[in-house]
């Protein structure tokens, strides 16, 4: 157990009960000694720093107010949710956090009963939050239910979708919108701040109902509504929320919790349709070397609390997503009908690379996969030749646009599908383990995946060229193997794959980065005379067939290694020489994929020892199948 420091007031707080009866002064207290142990937490664990120290006193003060977990508290993404941790009992693990066999990084259900919803994906509260209050109304209880969204993940329409359902619904919801950076209004002083304190009220809501009673038979009743929400409107904004069916109550400054808690105090006493409060907060909030830097440390390493310097690893070779990026930039230079595309990640996908050059051809369309897709479709439809750069777990977001209006239409739409594979630190949900699938299903599409970054740069050059339907490369997080790249970039022949290393014993045939590991898994088994051909498929569809009828003609063991669940490549593969009839010889198929499991965080290397895809589980599975060889010696020649 992690050892606390002394923290006055933050020590004797086990649970948001111990928060209960608390003085105003108390509660400030708490929420700066809160910050400072969400600073202290993540200079150790590296993390999404920002996020949460903009909503420090917020959560501080719906703890206060509200009954949790028996009022349900749903957060939005998660990137902001440790200062929640640290009331909910989990402080003493929050050096834990992010790393394997510890809290994860997002709320999540087996962690905690405060963590009702598991998030990490965008604007998910609104819809779940309203499937609690369905779930409250239908099983007749009357606790709250309270969803914390953020300005940028209402530009997903999927909140929208929420709110038109929860308005027309006339559910009893809490919506808090976090306004932390995109600023829809500021909070404007002493009388906006009256006025969200009024309107909340009882007396006020009390008052409009009257209203409503009395003007109804006058026939006044629309007339009065319309004046009611313009004055209000003009005084506080939210026309946009009344329209959809919600109370809105707003702009309120996030970090005045003189203001803040009043005005939750009036929301959680309101007993009738949705609310939403808007709160305007500061990313970064309270240490000065997040708020003064462009990403307010959105996501950070470990860093020096003092001077909030991060650590840097020891300098290598370029990131596949930088190599993505610059290549694309490149190749800008001399095609103008280039396009990026990026749904809020232009740094994360390296797009930014090609924006500096060419920021007329580059889109960041926000957290909007669905749209990303189709208006890269239009894109294509009308001659451009559109890059969508979109991490794999997100274009899952975008399937059906995936499907509808790209590949039945043919559209050639170029995706870029960063950290594909086990990604570390931000577990399951941000796992690029289903693409091969899904993808690999849809006529027409070509899919390719680079055992290199050298073979990166060259399916980037191929995509440009594919003209006549969709494509598609995956790519890992992190860093190549140190190739450089071809000055002359020569576009790939379309499901053409490569002999790494010739061999009579085994075949491992590499669909994407597993490729250095199934060349060390040959050295392992070569040392025991076990002769081993190592191959890279590049492409899983349109599939390499003479190829893979070749490998498993040639060879007593044909083993497949990729970076993706099962259903994918492996699969592929042995539909193929099934009706090919190539599986008549008796040749011996061992397919390795991702665990039929969703992975918890650790570091990259330790969740693939896990899940069985390093080189010395290659090298034991084809000894294990060929029924010959010394897996002891694999063993030992992987720790050596």
Known sequence: MTEIRPNRLLDAINSPADLKGRSRAEIKQIADEVREEVIDVVAVTGGHLGSGLGVVELTVAIHSVFNTPDDRLVWDVGHQCYPHKILTGRRDRMRTLRQGGGLSGFTKRSESDYDPFGAAHAATSISAGLGFAKARDLQGRRNNVVCVIGDGSMSAGMAYEAMNNAGADKSRLIV???????????????????????????????????????????????????????????????????????????????????????????????????????????????????????????????????????????????????????????????????????????????????????????????????????????????????????????????YDQVVHDVAIQKLPVRFALDRAGLVGADGATHAGSFDIGYLGALPGFVCMAPG???????????????????????????????????????????????????????????????????????????????????????????????????????????????????GGFGSFVLEHLANAGALDTGVKIRIMTLPDVFQDQDSPFAMYETAGLNARHIAARAIEALGRGDISAIESAARA
């Open 452 to 566: 290199d970054e050298a073979d990166l740069a060259r399916m980037v050059k191929t995509a440009l060229e594919i003209d006549d339907g969709p494509s598609s490369i995956r790519y890992p997080r992190g860093e190549g193997i140190g190739l450089e790249i071809p000055a002359d970039l020569k576009a790939l022949e379309i499901g053409r794959g490569r002999i790494v290393r010739e061999g009579t014993t085994v075949a491992i045939l590499s669909f994407g980065a597993r490729l250095q590991e199934a060349l060390k898994a040959a050295e392992m088994l070569s040392a025991q005379g076990l002769s081993t051909t190592v191959a890279d498929a590049r492409f899983s569809r349109p599939l390499d067939g003479n190829l893979v009828e070749r490998l498993a003609k040639d060879h007593e063991v044909l083993i497949t290694i990729e970076e993706g669940a099962k």
């Open 176 to 398: 808090i919108l976090n306004d932390n950076d995109m600023s829809i209004a500021p909070p404007v002083g002493a009388m906006s701040h009256y006025f969200s304190r009024l309107v909340s009220s009882r007396p006020y809501r009390g008052l409009r109902r009257f209203a409503k009673k009395v003007v109804a038979p006058m026939g006044l009743e629309s007339p009065a509504r319309r004046a009611e929400e313009y004055l209000r409107g003009f005084a506080m904004g939210g026309t946009m929320f009344e329209e959809m069916g919600f109370y809105y109550i707003g702009p309120v400054d996030g970090h005045d919790l003189d203001t803040l808690l009043p005005i939750l105090e009036n929301v959680r006493d309101i007993e009738d349709g949705p609310i939403l409060l808007h709160v305007v907060t500061q990313k970064g909030k309270g240490y000065a070397p997040a708020e003064n830097s462009a990403d307010k440390y959105h996501g950070v390493s470990k860093f020096s609390v003092v001077t909030g310097e991060q650590s840097k690893g020891a300098a290598g070779p370029p990131t596949y997503q930088k190599v993505f990026g610059q290549t694309l930039a490149r190749l800008g230079e001399t095609d103008e009908r280039i396009c990026a595309i990026t749904a809020a990640m232009p740094t994360g996908t390296s797009t930014d690379i090609f924006g500096a050059r060419f920021p007329q051809r580059h889109f960041d369309v926000g957290i909007a996969e669905q749209h990303a897709v189709t208006f890269a479709a239009g894109l294509a439809a009308d001659g451009m030749k559109p890059f969508c750069a979109i991490y794999s777990t997100f274009l899952q977001r975008g």
